[in-house]
Antibody, heavy 121, light 107 residues
Framework: EVQLVESGGGLVQPGKSVRLSCAAS????????MHWVRQIPGKGLEWVSS????????AYADSVKGRFTIFRDNPKHSLYLQMDNLRTEDTAFYYC??????????????WGRGTLVTVSS | DIQMTQSPSSLSASVGDRVTITCRASQSIGIFLNWYQQKPGEAPQFLIY???SLKSGVPSRFSGSGSGTDFTLTISNVQPADFATYYCQQSYTAPTAFGQGTTLDIK
């Protein structure tokens, strides 16, 4: 069974940093692209960032480019999102999602339950 | 960037009804259109890809159609488990984008 478990969320001040983690199990982690998608509580879904299977292709939404960094550790079956210079508008649930291919596809096959990041002073 | 617009934003239905949700892309995306279902407090579930192909395990009462810029999600014989929010998403090009969501609730 595919499982994706996010962690690392919490309350953080504007301008500070936080690193999210996603622990994957139940599938061949290093055979698939992975993604981060966020959702402001009560609102819609917004794609954040994606990484290919061997990290040779990365993509970011314009809203986070230059502030967020996606990376992965295949031997540890883990995906990460380093979030720097946080803004109040980054407050959201952050979901880790599994792609369907090795390259950057946009089919989010399985999702974790999310972790809430609240940016507030 | 491609914008996705869903309608209606919300709708009410009774068990057994047939409901249709519409999604429109700001430019042609072929059949690169996905649908997701999200229940309160849960992660989204992938329902349909390629505009009309059901993911494994999705009940056959769900169907999708359309191409180009106009797409529909139809649920025939709505069941209690179907009351949720539905999102369309274009998978044609980066940046991928979701519609704003359509909430289906009980009449």
């Amino acid at each position: 069974e595919v499982q994706l478990v996010e962690s690392g969320g919490g309350l953080v001040q504007p301008g500070k940093s936080v690193r999210l983690s996603c622990a994957a199990s139940g599938f061949n982690f290093d055979g698939f692209a992975m993604h981060w998608v966020r959702q402001i509580p009560g609102k819609g879904l917004e794609w954040v960032s994606s990484i290919s299977w061997v990290s040779d292709d990365l993509a970011y939404a314009d809203s986070v480019k230059g502030r967020f960094t996606i990376f992965r550790d295949n031997p540890k079956h883990s995906l990460y999102l380093q979030m720097d210079n946080l803004r109040t508008e980054d407050t959201a649930f952050y979901y880790c999602a599994k792609g369907e291919t090795k390259g950057l596809d946009w089919n989010f096959e399985f999702w974790g339950r999310g972790t809430l990041v609240t940016v507030s002073s | 960037d491609i914008q996705m617009t869903q309608s209606p934003s919300s709708l009410s239905a009774s068990v057994g009804d047939r409901v249709t949700i519409t999604c429109r892309a700001s430019q042609s995306i072929g059949i690169f259109l996905n649908w997701y279902q999200q229940k309160p407090g849960e992660a989204p579930q992938f329902l349909i890809y390629g505009a009309s192909s059901l993911k494994s395990g999705v009940p056959s009462r769900f169907s999708g159609s359309g191409s180009g810029t106009d797409f529909t999600l139809t649920i025939s014989n709505v069941q209690p488990a179907d009351f949720a929010t539905y999102y369309c998403q274009q998978s044609y090009t980066a940046p991928t984008a979701f519609g704003q969501g359509t909430t289906l609730d009980i009449k």
